[in-house]
């Protein structure tokens, strides 16, 4: 046997070892090791405590320790590049959602990742509508009611936002320019502090999540007049869609969902999917979901990647037409 021919067999076998190795390490994952599940936001917030339950029920389905990890900053950005960078092992996923692949890619000019390329979609968690709530003082019963309120005297009326280019600031302002009406905008830092205010008549309307807002629409503090959803909320059904109140095809919905690192290995990425969606629809996690105006989505994999990319074009037009812009 010649040379050339003796190192090209060498070759083969190295190579064969390799993908063999890469193989069994797939096949034994998780393999005892610890998976980190990473909230890019602070801890007790609605991403926080879906990721906490979620967590939970995929460590019994795959047999391993889910810890939740939060890494906070820059509204989600700082803990989702850092998920982007870590190994495509399956050992590091991101709880992402609307605010971190569908708005981010819009409002910040310099953002470190690209939610389309950097990721590999793994399943949409579940979905929420907005609630449009007013203090009770604000004189409208329905939103018809307050629209004309705002057309009377543009200059009057404020909103409340979790902060600049956050998710409900940017459905606010696709309602303002699909109404065709002024509000003045008052960013907080986030949702609690912006609802006291909201509650104290500071400002006069506000888009909130339905599970953070329901508690005071039960109890009469503040007045729901439509949802965002294209369906009514179970929780609020008596409580219209904007799109039944005038607005046909208005929908800006808050989404969470489960991304790992780009490039993860298809088994590993199969896996993953089919123990979130086991978790959505056990025993815990999808009565939890139900109690908090939140619906389990069955969007995984690569109709989640298509709905990422629809999702920016959706926001990158608002962010556009609203000229917001974030350093």
């Known amino acids: 046997m010649n040379a050339g021919l003796i190192r090209r067999c060498g070759a083969w076998a190295a190579g064969a070892i390799v993908a063999?190795?890469?193989?069994?390490?797939?096949?034994?994952?998780?393999?005892?090791?610890?998976?980190?599940?990473?909230?890019?936001?602070?801890?007790?917030?609605?991403?926080?405590?879906?990721?906490?339950?979620?967590?939970?029920?995929?460590g019994k389905q795959l047999g391993a320790n889910v810890i939740v990890e939060n890494r906070p900053g820059a509204g989600g950005t700082v803990g989702t590049d850092y998920v982007a960078r870590q190994p495509a092992d399956g050992y590091t996923i991101l709880m992402g959602?609307?605010?971190?692949?569908?708005?981010?890619?819009?409002?910040?000019?310099?953002?470190?990742y690209d939610a389309a390329r950097d990721f590999t979609p793994l399943a949409v968690v579940a979905t929420i509508p907005?609630?449009?709530?007013?203090n009770k003082d604000v004189p409208a019963r329905n939103l018809q009611e307050f629209v004309q309120l705002l057309k009377q005297d543009p200059e009057k009326y404020t909103y409340a936002s979790n902060g600049p280019g956050t998710s409900n600031h940017l459905a606010s302002a696709l309602f303002?320019?699909?109404?065709?009406?002024?509000m003045t905008h008052v960013p907080y830092r986030g949702s609690g502090p912006a609802l006291i205010?909201?509650?104290?008549?500071?400002?006069?309307?506000?888009?909130?999540?339905?599970?953070?807002?329901?508690p005071y629409i039960k109890e009469?503090?503040?007045?729901?007049?439509?949802?965002?959803?294209?369906?009514?909320?179970?929780?609020?059904?008596?409580?219209?869609?904007?799109?039944?109140?005038?607005?046909?095809?208005?929908?800006?919905?808050?989404?969470?969902?489960?991304?790992?690192?780009?490039?993860l290995p298809t088994d590993i990425r199969d896996r993953l999917s089919k123990a979130i969606v086991d978790v959505q629809n056990g025993p815990s996690l999808k009565p939890y979901l139900e109690e908090q105006g939140a619906e389990v989505s069955s969007i995984a994999n690569d109709a989640f990647a298509s709905l990422i990319k629809n999702e920016t074009a959706k926001w990158c037009k608002v962010v556009k037409q609203a000229n917001i812009r974030l350093d």
């Not at 959602?97 to 470190?112: E, F, N």
Request: with cysteine; charged share 15%.
């Open 130 to 134: 907005n609630v449009i709530v007013i």
């Open 20 to 58: 063999l190795s890469a193989v069994s390490a797939q096949a034994s994952w998780p393999n005892d090791k610890i998976i980190r599940l990473v909230v890019p936001f602070a801890a007790g917030g609605s991403t926080d405590l879906i990721a906490r339950k979620l967590a939970d029920g995929l």
């Open 220 to 263: 009469g503090k503040i007045r729901a007049l439509a949802v965002t959803s294209s369906q009514r909320s179970k929780l609020l059904p008596d409580v219209p869609t904007v799109a039944e109140s005038g607005y046909p095809g208005f929908e800006a919905i808050v989404w969470f969902g489960m991304l790992a690192p780009p490039h």
């Open 97 to 112: 959602s609307v605010s971190t692949h569908g708005s981010a890619p819009c409002i910040y000019p310099k953002l470190p």
């Open 176 to 182: 303002t320019s699909t109404a065709g009406v002024k």
């Open 197 to 214: 205010d909201l509650l104290g008549g500071q400002v006069n309307m506000m888009m909130d999540v339905v599970m953070t807002s329901y």
